[in-house]
C-alpha cells in the first residue's frame, strides 16, 4: 500500500472527520449523563457536519475509482478508503440514533422541534382534574337537594304546628275579652266601694287546701291563692278602660310561699296556677337553702318534694287545668314548676322569673339528702313543729 501523501486532500479530511467523532462521541457521553439540552443541540449540529463530509468524501472516493491512475491511487487504496467511509458511516449512525433517543426523553426530536408532550399531559391532567370537580360537585347538589327537601318537610310540619297554635291563640284572645270585661267591672266595684287590694281580687275564684304528704319525705304545703284563669296580657276591656293590675294574694309572713306554674312542652308559655304555703319542714328547707352550700345539698330534694306533691294527684290537677284554660284544652303533656315567692314584692308573684322547673315524675328519684331526711324530722320534733 502506498504511504499516505500529504498532498492527498483524502488524509486532511480524514482526519478532521475522525477528530470530528471523536469529540461528538465525547460529548454524547457526556449529554446522557447531564442531559443538557446545549450539549445535545451541538451534538446534533456535529453528526450533520460528520455526514456532510462523509458525502462529499463518498463522492471524491467514487470518482477516483473510476479513473485511479489519474489519481495515482491503487485498488487497495480505494478499497481501504471505502471501507474507512463504511466504519466511520456506522459510527456516525450510531450515535445519531443515541441522540433520538435522548431527544426522546428531553422531549426534543432528533431535528430540533419542540413537542407537546408535556402540553398534553397537562392537558389531560387539567381536564381529569376538571371531572373530578365536577362529579363532587354532583354530588354535592344531591346532598343539597336531599337538604332542600328535608327543610320543605320541616317547613310544612312548622306551619301545621303553627296553625294549631294560632287556633290556640284565638281561643285565648276570646278568653281574654271576657277577663277584661269582668276585671273592668272588678276596678269599677273597687273605685266604687273604696275596697282594699285583698278585696279587690274577689272576682278571682279562691279555694284553700292543703296539701300534706304521707311520706315523712315530703312537704307540707298549703294552698292559699286562686287556682284560676290568670292572664299576664295588658290591655283594654270593652269599656275602653285599662287593664287593672292582677290582683295579689296576701302574704303570709311566717310561713315560706310557693308559686306554681304550668305550660304546655309544645307552647313554653307559663302559667301561675296557684300559690301554695310550706309548713315547718319547707321553712327548714328553704332555710337551710339561703347560702350556696344549702342550696347545692337541699335544692334536689326541695324539687322532688314540690313535685311529688303535684304528681300525687296530677290527673285530677290537669283536669282541673284543661276546664278552666280554654288554651289548654287539647294539650297532651305538661310540664310543671315553681319559684319562692318573694315577699318583699309580692305583686310580682305572677311573673315567669327564676322559675325551677319540675322533672319528670319517673325522673323524680332518690337523691343523697334523702339520706338525712330523718335529721329533718327530729329538728322539726325539737323545735316543736310536728311532723
Known amino acids: 500500500m502506498a504511504a499516505p501523501s500529504s498532498s492527498d486532500p483524502f488524509y486532511v479530511v480524514k482526519e478532521e472527520v475522525n477528530d470530528t467523532l471523536k469529540t461528538a462521541e465525547r460529548k454524547y457521553r457526556q449529554c446522557k449523563v447531564s442531559g443538557s439540552a446545549t450539549v445535545l443541540e451541538e451534538l446534533k449540529d456535529d453528526v450533520e457536519g460528520l455526514r456532510y463530509m462523509l458525502q462529499e468524501i463518498k463522492r471524491s472516493v467514487d470518482t477516483a475509482s473510476k479513473n485511479p491512475n489519474r489519481f495515482r491511487l491503487t485498488n487497495a487504496e480505494i478499497h481501504d478508503r471505502k471501507a474507512w ?46 371531572e373530578q370537580i365536577v362529579a363532587r360537585q354532583d354530588q354535592d347538589l344531591d346532598v343539597l337537594g336531599d337538604h332542600v327537601l328535608r327543610i ?77 284563669k290568670q292572664r299576664m296580657r295588658r290591655g283594654q276591656g270593652n ?18 310561699e310557693f308559686v306554681i306554674f304550668v305550660r304546655s312542652k309544645k307552647l313554653l308559655q307559663w302559667m301561675p296556677l296557684s300559690v301554695m304555703k310550706g309548713g315547718g ?36 290537677i290537669e283536669r282541673s287545668i284543661r276546664a278552666q284554660f280554654p288554651m289548654f284544652k287539647a294539650t297532651q303533656e305538661f310540664e310543671y314548676g315553681f319559684k319562692i315567692r318573694d315577699k318583699e314584692d309580692p305583686k310580682s308573684w305572677y311573673l315567669a322569673k327564676d322559675i325551677q322547673v319540675i322533672p319528670p315524675a319517673s325522673e323524680l328519684g332518690n337523691t343523697p339528702i334523702d339520706k338525712v331526711n330523718s335529721f329533718f324530722q327530729d329538728m322539726g320534733k325539737n323545735l316543736g313543729l310536728g311532723n
Open 85 to 130: 467511509m463504511d466504519h466511520v458511516g456506522q459510527r456516525v449512525e450510531q450515535l445519531s440514533s443515541n441522540i433520538w433517543t435522548i431527544s426522546q426523553r428531553s422531549r426534543v426530536s432528533p431535528y430540533g422541534e419542540t413537542r407537546d408532550v408535556e402540553n398534553d399531559r397537562f392537558i389531560e391532567t387539567e381536564m381529569s382534574h376538571q
Open 152 to 228: 320543605g318537610e320541616l317547613g310544612r310540619e312548622m306551619g301545621q304546628e303553627l296553625d294549631v297554635q294560632g287556633q290556640l291563640l284565638d281561643d285565648f284572645g276570646y278568653e281574654m275579652q271576657g277577663t277584661q270585661t269582668r276585671l273592668a267591672a272588678a276596678q269599677r266595684k273597687v273605685q266604687a266601694l273604696n275596697k282594699t287590694s285583698f278585696v279587690a281580687a274577689a272576682p278571682v275564684r279562691a279555694k284553700a287546701s292543703t296539701v300534706t304528704s304521707t311520706n315523712r319525705r315530703s312537704l307540707r304545703l298549703t294552698v292559699v291563692a286562686a287556682k284560676g
Open 281 to 316: 319542714p319547707a321553712n327548714m328547707l328553704v332555710k337551710a337553702m339561703e347560702n350556696d352550700l344549702g342550696k347545692k345539698m337541699y335544692g334536689n330534694t326541695l324539687v322532688e318534694n314540690v313535685g311529688n306533691a303535684i304528681y300525687k294527684d296530677k290527673d285530677a
Open 239 to 256: 269599656s275602653g278602660m285599662a287593664m287593672p293590675s292582677v290582683p295579689t294574694p296576701p302574704v303570709d309572713p311566717d310561713n315560706v
